[in-house]
T-cell receptor, first 113, second 113 residues
C-alpha cells in the first residue's frame, strides 16, 4: 500500500470547516483513499473513502485531486466532539473485510471553542 | 447491535504470565482483525481472519503471540509468556467484504509489570 503523509497536528475553531490534507504521491490506480478517526481512548471509526471522485456523506467530504496524489478531508462545521486523531489510509482492497488497515501517525485535530 | 465486544477491558499482569484477550465480532461479519496500539509504534495490524481462517499473521511480533478463531462469533489473542514490552491497547475489529468499513471494539488495555 502507498505511503501517506499528514501534518502532525492542526487547530480549528468550533463551527468552522476543518480541512485535513493528506499526501499520497505514490498511490496506484487501483488504490483507494480511506479516512478513519480515533477519539481519545476509543477504537478507530470509519469516516469516508474514495477512488477518484469526490465523495460526501453525513460526516464529511473527501476531495481527491485529479492526479490522485493528494486528498483533503473536510468536516464542514467542526464541533468539540470532532477533536480526534485523523488517519488517511491508502489501500488496495475495497470493502472493510478485504484486508487489514495500515495506520500512519495521523493528524491530531483540536477544535477550539 | 452491541458492536464488537472485547474482554477484559483492562488487564494487569506480571511478566511471565499468560494473557488471553477475547473478542466477539458483530454478528454476520466474516472478517476479524486484531490490532495493537502503543505510543512508540502507533496502530499496527497483528493478524486477520476471513471465515475463521487466518489470512495474514505477518504482524504477529513473535512466537509468544497466538490467535485463534474457533467459530464465527469468537476469537482469542494469547500472549505466553507476557513481557513488559507487550503493554499496549489491543483492538479487535470486524467487517465483511460488502461493507465499506471495519468496526472497532473498545479495546483491551494490557499492562505487564
Amino acid at each position: 500500500d502507498a505511503k501517506t503523509t499528514q501534518p502532525p497536528s492542526m487547530d480549528c475553531a468550533e463551527g468552522r470547516a476543518a480541512n485535513l490534507p493528506c499526501n499520497h504521491s505514490t498511490i496506484s490506480g487501483n488504490e483507494y483513499v480511506y479516512w478513519y478517526r480515533q477519539i481519545h481512548s476509543q477504537g478507530p471509526q470509519y469516516i469516508i473513502h474514495g477512488l477518484k471522485n469526490n465523495e460526501t456523506n453525513e460526516m464529511a467530504s473527501l476531495i481527491i485531486t485529479e492526479d490522485r496524489k493528494s486528498s483533503t478531508l473536510i468536516l464542514p462545521h467542526a464541533t468539540l466532539r470532532d477533536t480526534a486523531v485523523y488517519y488517511c489510509i491508502v489501500r488496495r482492497g475495497r470493502g472493510g473485510g478485504a484486508d487489514g488497515l495500515t495506520f500512519g501517525k495521523g493528524t491530531h485535530l483540536i477544535i477550539q471553542p | 447491535d452491541a458492536g464488537v465486544i472485547q474482554s477484559p477491558r483492562h488487564e494487569v499482569t506480571e511478566m511471565g504470565q499468560e494473557v488471553t484477550l477475547r473478542c466477539k465480532p458483530i454478528s454476520g461479519h466474516n472478517s476479524l482483525f486484531w490490532y495493537r496500539q502503543t505510543m512508540m509504534r502507533g496502530l499496527e495490524l497483528l493478524i486477520y481472519f476471513n471465515n475463521n481462517v487466518p489470512i495474514d499473521d505477518s504482524g504477529m511480533p513473535e512466537d509468544r503471540f497466538s490467535a485463534k478463531m474457533p467459530n464465527a462469533s469468537f476469537s482469542t489473542l494469547k500472549i505466553q509468556p507476557s513481557e513488559p514490552r507487550d503493554s499496549a491497547v489491543y483492538f479487535c475489529a470486524s467487517s465483511s467484504r460488502d461493507l465499506n468499513e471495519q468496526f472497532f471494539g473498545p479495546g483491551t488495555r494490557l499492562t505487564v509489570l
